[in-house]
């Protein structure tokens, strides 16, 4: 027999509103240290690291949906490159009592910034095992970046009906 929680009445009737993750994986790593064993001398030096960060979500079947979260980057440029990766982590949720409305924000926002901390490490782990201090990445601003995505496409709509 099922029991109802019992509350004050704001929300009778509702649904609890949850974000379950019920897989995480790595769809694609690469590390790339084209210039070894010449760059192992070159770490005195602090070199430009350039970070690049996209999240990609779509709907799998009723509440599930995959969110990818793509990060690529490097240390040095050209010649004096030191290393470069690429990360796409992706993981299945499971949204339960959100509303439709919310769905997208919920998986483009929620979604990565729950995969970050597992990203952040592989890619931490990747540039220790390749010889180099680990790159610990900056905490992201996923509402910032799921913002400006918005005002770029709504941008773009608007270019395209002018």
């Known amino acids: 027999m099922a ?7 704001e929300n009778a009737g509702e ?9 995480q994986y790595i769809k694609d790593l690469s590390f790339e240290n084209p210039n070894a064993p010449r ?18 979500g779509k709907p799998l079947s009723g509440q599930d949906y995959e969110v990818e979260l793509s990060i690529e ?3 040095g440029e050209g010649a004096g ?5 690429e990360l796409l982590y992706g993981a299945v949720l499971r949204l339960s ?7 997208h924000a919920v998986v483009m926002i929620e979604g990565p910034r729950l995969l970050f901390p597992f990203a952040r490490q592989i890619i931490a782990d990747a540039t220790r095992n390749g010889g180099f201090p680990p790159l610990l990445i900056d905490p992201i601003d996923f ?20």
């Open 15 to 23: 649904a609890p509103q949850a974000i379950s993750v019920l897989a």
């Open 97 to 103: 009592g959100i509303p439709q409305d919310s769905v």
């Open 73 to 75: 980057g490097g240390a």
């Open 39 to 56: 760059s192992m001398g070159n770490q005195a030096a602090s070199p430009q690291i350039t970070l690049q960060v996209n999240v990609n």
């Open 3 to 9: 029991t109802e929680p019992q509350g004050n009445g």
């Open 143 to 162: 509402v910032a970046l799921y913002r400006n995505r918005m005002s770029t496409l709504q941008g773009q709509q608007a270019a395209g009906q002018a």
């Open 81 to 85: 490159t030191l290393f470069k990766f």
